[in-house]
């Protein structure tokens, strides 16, 4: 039987989602769990990798494993046994064809800045920029110059995924709200290279304070070249809200 599941998890503390030697990740806590209710190794595979200090609120993998009992039964059982950091929301039965990350068809990202000093328990979820004044019109503006079909190669990273993946990305949403000193950028994509989402946030907080001027942000995305005017923003604002099919 092949199981499809959400998680959420607070990303603080963590090396990311994906196995590593140190155990300490999302996919070998959940691999725990799950091989002392199947009294057996079990993989999982995830729709898509979060580094290190990223969170998820809608983050989605399967696994196959025969289950007798009733798969609500199931979803209390893996939460039982799981951190406070780490928990999953639903599980289901689907077809053997499914899977986490080649079934997806897009994903939706949300960023969170605080313009200001974030309180002590938000700054986990929130990267404060201080001093820094953003002008919110110019950057929502600029960020239509992204939105559709474009090769985002300038706002990619080295490292991540290592199958291969074409920098061609469908941006169908990219778009900046205000709530007093709370900012939140929404991004919805077909899928994002290794740090696109923190080199999006990243330039444009740069075009936000004046930094950067739009037109240079545009001719960037244009040369296909990563420089150092991109910066990577901090991945503690970063949360994977939802996974689409």
């Not at 469908?170 to 740090?195: F, P, V």
Request: aromatic share 10%.
């Amino acid at each position: 039987m092949r199981w499809k599941c959400t998680v959420a998890y607070d990303g603080t503390g963590f090396h990311g989602w994906q196995s590593q030697p140190s155990g300490n990740t999302i996919q070998d806590i959940l691999e725990k769990r799950l091989k002392t209710l199947f009294s057996q190794p079990i993989r999982i595979h995830g729709s898509g990798r979060t580094d290190s200090g990223v969170h998820a609120k809608g983050q989605v993998y399967h696994f196959d494993g025969q289950w007798e009992n009733p798969y609500t039964d199931l979803l209390n059982a893996l939460r039982s046994g799981l951190p406070e950091s780490i928990q999953v929301t639903a599980v289901r039965p689907v077809s053997d064809d499914f899977h986490a990350r080649f079934s997806a068809r897009g994903k939706r990202y949300v960023y969170r800045l605080y313009e200001g000093y974030a309180p002590p328990m938000e700054t986990r979820y929130y990267w404060s920029l201080g001093r820094r004044k953003l002008d919110i019109n110019l950057m929502n503006e600029t960020a239509t110059r992204f939105l559709g079909k474009h090769d985002f190669s300038a706002f990619g990273a080295e490292g991540g995924d290592s199958s291969p993946q074409s920098p061609i990305k469908d941006l169908r949403r990219l778009q900046l709200t205000r709530k007093g000193r709370h900012i939140r950028i929404t991004t919805e994509a077909s899928g994002y290279l290794y740090k696109m989402v923190r080199s999006l946030v990243g330039a444009l907080v740069d075009v936000g304070v004046g930094r950067l001027p739009p037109g240079e942000l545009h001719r960037i995305l244009i040369s296909r070249q990563r420089t150092a005017l991109v910066v990577t923003a901090p991945a503690r604002g970063l949360c994977l809200e939802k996974v689409f099919y």
